[in-house]
């Protein structure tokens, strides 16, 4: 048995062996490289056992197939088989930069922390369609600062895209809860209820694919919406007026033809509101990715983000409370 290491890399994965290579690739460029990795195969069809065997002479790996349950237990299941002190999560799709476990060095050593979390971006090497749903999922215009896009550390909970904690945390809050939707916030609270203490990492990034089209991406945030609101359900005081923005914008929109044809200055005011607003998106988008396609993606990205996650926050806060 080799050496016992100080990161245990936990990654869930299902139906995705080509993604889970490029983030497999990433990490044998990591400059610190105590860590083991766990692949979690979630009761894939397209497995990524033969993916996995390829790192074993570049990486302290593991591969393990289960039945399908979800994201949340396959993290469980990793934690169960683990070593090291800390647990990290990222998601399949995610590539991590070559710095990352440097810069979480840095900050665990100056603030001493139990847990953390860190930001996503889009890669150059992404499609524009997926640097554009890169950059709404992480801009404060749209669902960026709901997510913790800013820097609200006092508030921050870590999304399990990219997160870590000790085995202490661990072994006292026993891990995710919920299968799948919001499974990291749920924890997350837990977390800090616990009085664990969880940092922002804003160096520590990752480069996150997101989906591969409009019609998926739709389906993701729908359900990320559906997830807050099953949150609240357990934690009433963690649904913040800000969890209603997508919910408003939604009726906002779907009320402008309404307004149009029945109160036409209150409809051209709505309408002015909706440029200016998605003018501000567009360009946000263009300082930050240096790319007019990019930009101009942006647009439709964020609306059906807006829109997906309030149809999914409505019918979440409509149907019944999550099983735990």
């Known amino acids: 048995m080799s050496a016992i290491p100080k990161y245990s890399i936990i990654i869930p994965v299902y139906n995705r062996p080509?993604?889970?290579?490029?983030?497999?690739?990433?990490?044998?460029?990591?400059?610190?490289?105590?860590?083991?990795?766990?692949?979690?195969?979630d009761g894939s069809r397209d497995t990524s056992r033969e993916v996995s065997e390829r790192y074993v002479p570049k990486l302290s790996i593991q591969y393990f197939f289960k039945p399908n349950s979800g994201p949340g237990p396959s993290r469980n299941f990793g934690f169960e088989h683990a070593r090291g002190s800390y647990l990290v999560m990222f998601d399949?799709?995610?590539?991590?930069?070559?710095?990352?476990?440097?810069?979480?060095?840095?900050?665990?050593?100056?603030?001493?922390?139990?847990a953390w979390g860190g930001p996503d971006r889009?890669?150059?090497?992404?499609?524009?369609l997926q640097r554009a749903m890169a950059f709404t999922m992480s801009s404060f215009l749209t669902t960026g600062g709901i997510r913790g896009g800013g820097n609200q550390a006092a508030a921050f909970q870590p999304r399990s895209f990219n997160m870590g904690v000790s085995r202490a945390?661990?072994?006292?809050?026993?891990?995710?809860?919920?299968?799948?939707?919001?499974?990291?916030?749920?924890?997350?609270?837990?977390?800090?209820?616990?009085?664990?203490?969880?940092?922002?990492?804003?160096?520590?990034?990752?480069?996150?694919?997101?989906?591969?089209?409009?019609?998926?991406?739709?389906?993701?945030?729908?359900?990320?919406?559906?997830?807050?609101?099953?949150?609240?359900?357990?934690?009433?005081?963690?649904?913040?007026?800000?969890?209603?923005?997508?919910?408003?914008?939604?009726?906002?929109?779907?009320?402008?033809?309404?307004l149009l044809?029945?109160?036409?200055?209150?409809?051209?005011?709505?309408v002015l509101l909706l440029t200016v607003y998605l003018m501000a998106?567009?360009?946000?988008?263009?300082?930050?990715?240096?790319?007019?396609?990019?930009?101009?993606?942006s647009i439709p990205s964020s609306i059906i983000q807006l829109c997906g996650y309030g149809i999914g926050f409505i019918k979440g806060m409509l149907g019944s409370r999550h099983a735990l």
Not at 281 to 297: N, P
Request: proline share 4%; hydrophobic share 45%; aromatic share 16%.
């Open 281 to 297: 998106i567009f360009t946000d988008a263009l300082i930050k990715t240096h790319s007019i396609e990019v930009a101009f993606l």
């Open 18 to 41: 080509d993604e889970l290579k490029e983030l497999l690739d990433s990490l044998t460029r990591q400059t610190f490289r105590n860590f083991e990795v766990i692949v979690v195969d």
């Open 92 to 114: 399949s799709d995610c590539i991590v930069p070559e710095d990352y476990f440097e810069w979480v060095e840095k900050y665990m050593e100056k603030y001493r922390f139990d």
């Open 169 to 258: 945390v661990w072994e006292h809050t026993g891990g995710f809860r919920f299968d799948r939707s919001a499974e990291d916030i749920e924890w997350s609270i837990r977390i800090r209820r616990a009085g664990f203490k969880i940092h922002l990492i804003p160096e520590a990034f990752v480069y996150h694919k997101r989906r591969t089209d409009f019609a998926q991406f739709f389906q993701q945030v729908r359900q990320f919406g559906n997830g807050r609101a099953q949150v609240g359900k357990v934690y009433p005081a963690e649904v913040k007026p800000t969890h209603w923005f997508p919910a408003v914008f939604l009726t906002g929109l779907m009320a402008i033809p309404f």
């Open 261 to 270: 044809l029945l109160a036409p200055d209150w409809g051209e005011l709505a």
């Open 122 to 128: 889009g890669h150059e090497s992404f499609t524009s």
